[in-house]
């Protein structure tokens, strides 16, 4: 799939493809960026209803160019909507499964990147002081509303993510590994 990029949103990188293996329904992907997930899922499963979400009005703009971007637009008929949103604050709407790919890097990580990540705007890239902020707040928010919930994060934060899932409520959490063969994302699921 082709997209556009720019200095408004991350920049997909080969990893995420995995998240979007992984995920076989979506409703809500938090973070959404250039809006990749949901336009990769709605190619592959076009009879679901999609909703990307982002705090940045500039990622959610970059979003609905690619929604209408000939390479990575979804089929004719398929429901994929856009909202500015602070993470799932104030969201009613239950989903099947939550995406989420937050910034998770701490600002020591940012400074010792490789130029191509530096280059992605710091909103998307920083987690905060141990690069979780985001994530410990969307856990919780999320067990509101889906029963399974997947989650890219760095390879030294998957067991801490799993267990946060746990505290919230999920009751299963299983670790993935990226490319590299690294533990990178964390499935949390209600069984």
Known sequence: ?????????????PETEILVEHAIRILIDVGTGSGAIPLALARKHPQHRYLGLDLSPEALALARQNTTHVPSAPPEGTSVDWRENDLLVGLAEKALLITANLPYLTPQEIEGAEPEVRHDPKLALDGGKNGLDLIRRLIPQAMQLTSTLLLECGSSQTET???????????RAIIHPDLTSRPRFVEATLV
Do not use: H, N, W
């Open 1 to 13: 799939m082709s997209l556009l990029c720019g200095k408004a949103a991350l920049v997909p990188r």
């Open 161 to 171: 993510v799993a267990e946060l899932t746990r505290s919230a409520g999920f009751t």
